[in-house]
């Protein structure tokens, strides 16, 4: 164990793009981040979790995996048989999607050797589940959005259980998002509502700048709800969730029948009825109401505005459009140039020999005192429109406590808006992560805070005995 310090520093750090995660832990990114294809677009139609069930018929095709083995060049609706056929026919004449469907008795895999594979695609459709995800399944989706991917949830109303085993799409989706392996701490910042609402017109925001609502398809004015649910957004939990369309005398957190969100380096859409992706057409047999074409809305714009952004067709990453030049944001990211573009505690970037920096001669040592202080880190910076962010940073943590089951001090690292506000707390660190040497921590921010100001701030909490340092260093903020 090292001496106590000797000096100390002050600085803010504004890492200004830590802002996907909310869930208070470090995540290390794992595997490769799914290749996003210029064209086309890979599309996942999820129906191996009773999309067929009773009256629905959520599938773009009656051929699976491939819809192109029922027509492979389909110019109307009918060429295909679904429910989600002119969904799937509209998106196949650009030219720039290919679309599949995950079979009936199959599973949702990430990373394995199925051609449905989601490591495959960059985006997977979920329209109206009526089956529980397995544990596995549930991992599978939220590594894959977390890993770059796109999440399309159509619910229904409550008590829609097609199937009747129990469970029908709201309790399905709240599911996914609160208990699975990855991140249950309402990783999108949103929940389900447990509402049947008969009937409503929800209205789109003003937001002339967003990709869903003004894209290559059209613009959306109006969606439908003809028994349908809503969502309630929480953005504590996740700032990156923005409501699109509400229901009738609605607005903010409560009422959100269209949603947008990230998480990690991917992006998600909430839909609260699947009457607008109804084309009235499918299967012989089944009931079904054709909200594609309801002349009081643009369902169809919506649909395919929405597939565009969560497949990264847009490119606009949810910022406002554009595209995205690759880069590393930080100024001075491992120090060398001591205290420039930094704001920090006094003594906090130092080229003091009592801890080791991983390379060069300068590293950020907050704390380290054995008495009560506080220390801070930051910088800001500014995420260019389009653009998703990856941070890392190098931490050596070392202490002279002794407990194995007390967090006697404490390094968070957070998000912050311009106006100092703490939009997210990414990690917490302590005592316990003491460890030789240095560990990488890298944090999947996506494209939460495209086009914005961010300050990204390291504050080191020590208590009245027993030092604790936590040492950074070789930071970067990469955008692409």
Not at 255 to 261: D, H, I, L, Q
Not at 320 to 348: D, I, R
Not at 364 to 381: E, F, I, K, R
Request: one cysteine or more.
């Amino acid at each position: 164990m090292l001496g106590l310090r000797r000096s100390r520093h002050r600085i803010t750090t504004a890492l200004a793009v830590f802002g996907l995660l909310v869930t208070g832990a470090a995540v290390q990114t794992a595997g490769a981040t799914p290749a996003q294809a210029a064209t086309p677009h890979r599309v996942l139609f999820d129906n191996g979790h009773a999309e067929t069930a009773g009256n629905a018929d959520w599938i773009v095709s009656t051929s699976q995996p491939d819809p192109l083995g029922q027509d492979s060049t389909p110019s109307a609706e009918t060429d295909w048989t679904g429910a989600l056929s002119s969904w799937g026919v509209a998106l196949q004449k650009t030219g720039d999607y290919s679309l599949k469907t995950l079979p009936s008795g199959s599973s949702l895999t990430y990373g394995g050797s199925a051609a449905t594979d989601l490591k495959n695609f960059d985006e997977l459709v979920l329209p109206e589940p009526n089956t529980l995800f397995t544990t596995a399944e549930k991992t599978a989706i939220m590594t894959f959005v977390q890993n770059g991917g796109g999440l399309f949830m159509i619910s229904d109303h409550t008590g829609a259980d097609r199937n009747n085993d129990g469970y029908d799409a709201v309790e399905i989706f709240n599911d996914l998002m609160t208990a699975n392996s990855v991140d249950s701490t309402d990783p999108f910042g949103f929940s389900v509502d447990s509402l049947s609402i008969g009937s409503d017109y929800p209205s789109a925001v003003a937001d002339s700048t967003n990709a869903v609502l003004h894209g290559s398809f059209g613009t959306v004015t109006k969606s439908l709800i003809a028994s349908g649910t809503t969502a309630t957004l929480k953005p504590a939990d996740n700032p990156a969730v923005k409501g699109l369309l509400y229901r009738t005398g609605y607005s903010g957190n409560t009422g959100a029948f269209f949603a947008t969100s990230t998480f990690g380096s991917g992006r998600v859409a909430f839909w609260g009825d699947s009457s607008p992706i109804d084309d009235g057409t499918g299967q012989s047999g089944n009931t079904l109401y054709d909200g594609w074409n309801d002349s009081g809305a643009t369902n169809a714009a919506l649909a395919l505005n929405a597939t565009e952004w969560l497949a990264g067709a847009s490119g606009s990453g949810g910022g406002g459009g554009g595209t995205c030049t690759a880069a590393q944001l930080l100024a001075n990211p491992g120090f060398e140039s001591g205290s420039t573009s930094w704001s920090a505690s006094s003594g906090v970037i130092t080229t003091d020999t009592g801890e080791a920096a991983r390379t060069g001669s300068y590293k950020a040592w907050l704390n380290g005192y054995g008495s009560a202080h506080t220390d801070t880190l930051s910088q800001s910076v500014t995420i260019p429109s389009g653009c998703s962010a990856t941070l890392s940073f190098h931490l050596h943590v070392d202490t002279a406590e002794t407990t194995t089951g007390t967090a006697y001090d404490t390094l968070k690292a957070q998000v912050l808006n311009s106006g100092g506000t703490v939009l997210s707390t990414l990690a917490t660190y302590s005592n316990l992560n003491a460890a030789s040497g240095y560990t990488q921590r890298t944090f999947a921010l996506g494209t939460a805070y495209a086009g914005q100001t961010v300050t990204i701030k390291f504050t080191g909490t020590e208590g009245s005995m027993l030092q604790t340092s936590f040492v950074i260093d070789d930071t970067a903020l990469n955008v692409s």
